[in-house]
């Protein structure tokens, strides 16, 4: 599985972004797919996942928030996110995973800066 991430950028607090995580190869609607956050000098985290069978789960700070979905049809993940806060910075990446082993292995993209600044 390949992974590529897209939707990134500079935003002011308050905005909202879609990311998108593209996948190619067989056997993505297996696939747990989670995205993370890697904020400067701080560990990458779990921001969002979804599992194949649609559960969702979220870490605390963007409950309410932020939307993980997914559309199996064109093997892409996504990650709507409102209400941005400057906290929200860092790189994005998407991962899938067998089930919902969010920290065990799996497959990376090349994650996509988000940027939330006024």
């Known amino acids: 599985v390949q992974l590529a991430e897209s939707g990134g950028g500079l935003v002011q607090p308050g905005g909202s972004l879609r990311l998108s995580c593209a996948a190619s190869?067989?056997?993505?609607?297996?696939?747990?797919m989670g995205w993370y956050r890697q904020a400067p000098g701080k560990r990458r985290e779990l921001v969002a996942g979804?599992?194949?069978?649609?559960?969702?789960n979220y870490e605390d700070s963007v409950k309410g928030r932020f939307t993980i979905s997914r559309d199996n049809a064109k093997k892409t993940v996504y990650l709507q996110m409102n209400s941005l806060k400057p906290e929200d910075t860092g790189v994005y990446y998407c991962?899938?995973?067998?089930?919902?082993?969010?920290?065990?292995?799996?497959?990376w993209g090349q994650g996509t800066q988000v940027t939330v600044s006024s």
């Open positions: 190869g067989n056997f993505f609607s297996m696939y747990g």
């Open positions: 979804i599992t194949s069978g649609g559960t969702t």
């Open positions: 991962k899938a995973v067998a089930g919902s082993t969010w920290y065990g292995g799996g497959y």
